[in-house]
Nanobody
């Protein structure tokens, strides 16, 4: 199994920046698509950004140009750099790992709260 540990959430004013980190308990990047999702109260979880083992990235239109996803294979860590934050970015952010090997396992972090408010 894989444990995902998230950090970096908190309270920030509009226009500010945060960097979220997600560290896996073992090396899985070679066989995993890593992603960040967010969930508003009463809404379904939605994709923010994802990165494949080969480096291909996908971003939601609402964050394109403001957020950037990256990974450090040596540290088994994926990051989400969030700039120019808006109140509508307020949500619980979740780290996700989808294994593309024969297991087809999917793992989620516990979630970290991001609040953008004046």
């Amino acid at each position: 199994q894989v444990q995902l540990v998230e950090s970096g959430g908190g309270l920030v004013q509009p226009g500010g920046s945060l960097r979220l980190s997600c560290t896996a308990s073992r090396s899985i990047f070679s066989i995993s698509i890593m992603g960040w999702y967010r969930q508003y109260p009463g809404k379904q979880r939605e994709l923010v950004a994802r990165i494949a083992s080969g480096g291909t990235t996908v971003y939601a239109d609402s964050v394109k140009g403001r957020f950037s996803i990256s990974r450090d294979n040596a540290k088994n860590t994926v990051y989400l750099q969030m700039n120019s934050l808006k109140p509508e970015d307020t949500a619980v952010y979740y780290c996700n790992s989808y294994l593309v090997d024969s297991s087809r396992d999917e793992y989620w972090g516990q979630g970290t709260q991001v609040t953008v408010s004046s």
